[in-house]
């Protein structure tokens, strides 16, 4: 009796579990046709106003534009970029929280030596990469470099050159130590909070030479108030097609910065093809691409396949170098 119980059982799932495949997919499509139906938040690791928030608010005017709901723009800071970090990868997973985070906040176990934090990157998912904040080498105006050349001559013959960076996790100090490494430059780095600190040292000559964004000097470029002697990207940018890069000037880096939209882990794939196709289409704009070229930022779309492969070799460059440089606990 008990086995044609279960054989009964068994011939009755045979019939439900088509339906219930069916059912799921329907649902996944209604859910894909009317995706969003409501406000999208893009979560932003910085307070307004920096390379980060920009960039964010420049995409998301036209998104919202694209997908028919607002797309407001949410400052998190604090945490060394990982309170935003875990508000996304603990927000549950319908389509409705992004973040659009740099490589700080999308693999926080890369920098552990830096900070702890309560998430790693295996708990978001790679959507796209859209920009890139790019750094350069800048001094002042008046200063007696007009490029990399010149400042290295000087500096290996006056050791000590002192050159304000970000902090030890960003890419200003890893460009400052393969510098020391292949021209025993013997520059010191001075860390410092924000561009907003980087900015005043250049210009009242408390350090020399730092690596602020692009941005944050962009007016006094154009005013010849400052020189950037190279950009720390891999090709030239867009906006500045007349400075040279790091890269091309000899020096190797195996990571670049990148500015991403992430999703919760287990956010449908549906939904991200869509931010991700929405996002293809507003990079190819030839007025998105003025507006973010007017802002000193590049754009560096890579859909979603390509951004995840992206993603990995940046974390592996990045660990690789931490453990080199002894920061790995």
Known sequence: MKTKGCNRMLIGLSFLLPGLFLGMCFFSE???????????????????GGVTDLGARALAEPLEKLLKQPVLVVNKPGGATTVAGNYVATAKP???????FPDMASTPEVFSYFYEAPYSSKDLKPIC???????????????????MKDLVDYARKNPGVKVGIHGRSAVGYISMVVLNRAEKAGLIDVPMDSDAKIVPAILGGHVPVATP????????????K??????????????????????????????FPYLGIFAPKGTPDEVAKKIDESVR????????????????IQLNYQDTATFEKSHVRYREAYRAFFKEEGLVK
């Open 94 to 100: 319908d389509g409705y929280t992004f973040g659009f």
């Open 30 to 48: 209604a859910h894909a046709a009317t995706y969003p139906d409501r406000p999208i938040n893009l979560v932003v690791p910085f307070l307004p």
């Open 129 to 147: 990469s859209a920009m890139v904040p790019v750094l350069g080498w800048t001094v002042k105006g008046d200063a007696p470099w007009n490029n």
């Open 281 to 296: 289409k507003i990079v190819a704009e030839p007025d998105f691409q003025t507006k973010i070229n007017s802002l000193g």
């Open 213 to 224: 964004a692009f941005p944050a000097v962009k007016s006094l470029y154009e005013a010849k």
């Open 226 to 255: 400052v020189k950037v002697l190279a950009l720390l990207i891999e090709k030239r940018a867009d906006f500045a097609p007349e400075i040279p890069t790091f890269v091309e000037l000899g020096y190797k880096l195996t990571s």
